[in-house]
């Protein structure tokens, strides 16, 4: 392990109209967390995945802390250890980036999906070199993988790019491949060269 993992930020949906099968992967993966020994951080949300992994994790004994925002403050669930409250989106997506070791995606909607392409933007930039992991539960982020090989195809992102995203379909895989990872660079650079001509 290239470090000893602590915290782990969960980024995931706060909707409770999504289907069970993400409600019980969720729970599922807080309870894998808090197996590990790692605390869990999330939204604080008591509803949705967020409250899914929340309760997973306490029921089996771990913590779970948040970072969420003040006009959410009534709304956090009640098992949380500890929680920050913050005044804007950019504090509280400031908060769970530089408090979590790695990330793990839940499915979720336009927050989520904006939380995680921020961390993996700035992992290109090697801003740093922690890891995400989607949950990719019944197939959810299929389609914006694709999308995002698409791009490196394009040359849009670094080949390299993907030593630093990995997809897993279950919470077992998703520990699996934290414990396992081992940074490896990024290059931007060569994202910045002109292409090579076949004629040259």
């Not at 409250?85 to 979720?108: F, V, W």
Request: hydrophobic share 40%.
């Amino acid at each position: 392990i290239f470090q000893m993992l602590k915290t782990i930020t969960v980024y995931g949906s706060s909707s409770a109209q999504i289907d069970a099968i993400y409600m019980a992967a969720a729970q599922e993966l807080g309870a894998s967390i808090a197996k590990q020994g790692w605390l869990q951080v999330n939204g604080g949300g008591s509803t949705g995945l967020m409250g899914a992994a929340t309760e997973g994790g306490v029921q089996a004994g771990g913590a779970v802390d948040a970072v969420t925002l003040e006009i959410f403050r009534s709304g956090s669930h009640p098992k949380l250890r500890e929680v920050l409250h913050c005044a804007t989106m950019s504090e509280r997506k400031l908060g769970l980036y530089t408090r979590g070791d790695a990330y793990i995606a839940l499915p979720g909607g336009l927050g989520t999906l904006e939380e995680i392409m921020e961390v993996l933007s700035w992992r290109q930039l090697t801003f740093h070199t922690k890891q995400l992991v989607m949950l990719n539960t019944g197939g959810f982020y299929t389609p914006l993988v694709a999308f995002l090989r698409d791009l490196m195809d394009k040359g849009f992102i670094s080949p390299t790019f993907q030593h630093s995203l990995y997809i897993c379909d279950t919470p077992a895989e998703v520990i699996t491949a934290l414990s396992d990872y081992t940074p490896r660079p990024i290059e931007k650079a060569a994202l910045w060269a002109p292409p090579q001509s076949d004629w040259e």
